[in-house]
């Protein structure tokens, strides 16, 4: 399969990572951005800092997704809250071969699609509340990625990360197909480590662990990722948290393949690392909680389980971020 026209919806820090490495790996990338960051684009190109040095390339960029006609590759990367909006938007760029793959972070709106069993074709409300994700997007144009990329934006058209590049793909269906090692072969000529699965929800488990565990428990607190997970007061409570996570994913069937000492000694070998929720945070951005936190607990109750230390943990979180927006409204009045 041949994947000649390439679009990163999204050009904030995960989707500006992608179009540099795409970009300079020779590839005609183009990018849906908007305001500042689309200006920049177009005037200066993309700029990449990693642990493998500078990547710069230009990009064709714009507001409107007329203009940049059917695509055969669209990378969403999007905050969750954000996502409808953006597909609704790339409704032009879509042919009836179109691969898309959202590069969203929490629990997919897709995960009961594809696949057999008791909750075969059921929605998860917290992700999809009206179902319009699943409109928008017909499960045949999907496949799934969990994306292990660490970055911040240090401009509107330049980004920085400092580890590793990981993105982990698989089919809906959990099928091995060959348009999914044509975008894993694509993926990985860009200098991205990239590995396709046959069984994505799996991988999109782990990297739920990683985000709840630590994403609202880090606003509540300010903490690195490795405070998080290492300091005596706050990893007992980060640790009860797994337990809860560990127990809803093994309800759904998934095979986690890292041990909870193990997964507390990673989240700790991340460093000072400030999770992309407290940033949001830090920006008054809205916050990921539905996708990332209620989802899981809505599974959870399907299952039976109560989750209450990550259902308080996710309500502090959602004060705070309640509380910072009245704020933001007063003062702006």
């Known amino acids: 399969m041949k994947i000649n026209q390439i679009c990163i919806a999204g050009a904030g820090a995960i989707g500006g990572t992608l179009a540099a490495r795409l970009a300079t790996s020779g590839q005609r990338v183009n990018v849906l951005a908007r305001g ?19 990547h710069h390339a230009m990009v064709n960029a714009s507001d409107k997704a007329e203009e940049l006609g059917p695509q055969d590759l669209i990378l969403v990367c999007t905050k969750a809250p954000a996502l409808a909006t953006m597909l609704r938007q790339i409704q032009p760029l879509l042919h009836e071969q179109t691969i898309v793959i959202p590069v969203v972070n929490g629990m997919p709106w897709w995960y009961f699609q594809g696949i057999e069993g008791r909750f075969a074709g059921e929605r998860i409300v917290a992700a ?14 999907l496949i799934g990625a969990v994306v292990f990329i660490t970055a911040s934006r240090e401009g509107p058209a330049h980004v920085r990360s400092g580890n590793p590049h990981l993105m982990i793909m698989g089919e809906i269906n959990h099928q091995l197909s060959e348009r999914l090692e044509a975008v894993r072969e694509l993926i990985a000529n860009a200098g991205i480590e990239a590995r396709a699965t046959d069984n994505i929800r799996d991988q999109l488990w782990t990297k739920i662990i990683a ?44 095979r986690i393949r890292f041990d909870p000492q193990t997964i507390m000694e990673m989240g700790t070998g991340m460093g000072a690392v400030r999770t ?33 230390i990550t259902r308080h943990v996710l309500a502090l979180a959602r004060f705070l971020a309640s509380q910072r927006a009245t704020n933001n409204t007063l003062n702006n009045h």
Request: aromatic share 4%; charged share 20%.
């Open 276 to 308: 992309s929720m407290l940033q949001d945070y830090d920006n008054h951005q809205p916050l990921e909680l539905a996708t990332i936190g209620d989802a899981v607990v809505e599974l959870a109750s399907r299952a039976g389980f109560a989750m209450p």
């Open 128 to 141: 999809d509340p009206d179902g319009e994700l699943a409109r928008l997007l017909p499960a045949h144009h």
């Open 211 to 254: 985000n709840l565990t630590s994403n609202p428990l880090s606003v509540v607190t300010g903490a690195t990722l490795e405070q998080l997970y290492s300091h005596p007061d706050l990893s007992p409570l980060v640790r009860q948290m797994l337990d809860e996570i560990l127990q809803t994913a093994a309800a759904y069937g998934a």
């Open 36 to 54: 500042r960051t689309l200006a920049a684009l177009r005037e200066e190109g993309i700029t990449l800092d990693d642990l493998e040095g500078r």
